[in-house]
């Protein structure tokens, strides 16, 4: 299982982690013209990439390595921990980019998210709560273990709803009456 669970787990890290810097440090920001819609895209759809490798993972165990059958309870253990090997990963991977490559992308994007709010027509009031609101994230967002906090939030519910998926979609109960799943 150890085996299993950290192959597919460093494979899905590394492709969810080198598509998101491949994403963020050449796509969106090489040219300073960021189209943060097509990049959240980008980000979620190599999440679910990534993370199709929980479905390739549980299924090998299943099949090649416990005789055909799995409880719900470890199907969704051995997802889970691939999960967490890949979103950190991807954290450390956003972590480094984010304080070393990229420092001014929260500066970035609260200037992005205020010429959104100017651009609907909405009034000074609403502007300078959201201006005030942005200052206070990105003085949070510079210390790390913030920082992680949100990056984790962002990729693991992914990760979970993939795993709960396959793992009810593999779970299989052994053809013998009395057998015990392992």
């Not at 190599?46 to 490798?53: D, P, Y």
């Not at 090649?64 to 991807?90: P, Q």
Request: hydrophobic share 50%; with cysteine; charged share 15%.
């Amino acid at each position: 299982m150890k085996k299993i669970t950290l192959t597919y787990g460093l494979i899905a890290g590394t492709v969810v982690s080198v598509v998101m810097l491949f994403s963020m440090n050449y796509l969106s920001h090489c040219n300073g013209n960021v189209d943060y819609g097509t990049s959240m895209v980008v980000g979620y759809a190599s999440m679910l990439i990534a993370f199709s490798l929980v479905f390739v993972g549980i299924k090998n165990y299943r099949d090649k390595h416990n005789g055909g059958v799995i409880s719900f309870g470890l199907a969704f253990k051995i997802g889970s921990l691939m999960v967490l090997i890949a979103s950190t990963m991807y954290v450390v991977a956003w972590l480094i980019d984010f304080f070393y490559f990229i420092p001014g992308f929260i500066d970035t994007y609260s200037a992005h998210m205020l010429a959104e709010l100017r651009a609907s027509g909405a009034s000074q009031v609403k502007i300078d709560a959201k201006t005030k609101e942005m200052a206070e994230f990105a003085i949070m967002y510079r210390n790390p273990f913030f920082n992680a906090m949100m990056t984790y939030a962002e990729i693991l519910p992914v990760g979970l709803i993939v795993t709960l998926i396959s793992s009810l979609t593999f779970k299989k109960k052994p053809a013998v009456e009395g057998a015990q799943i392992q």
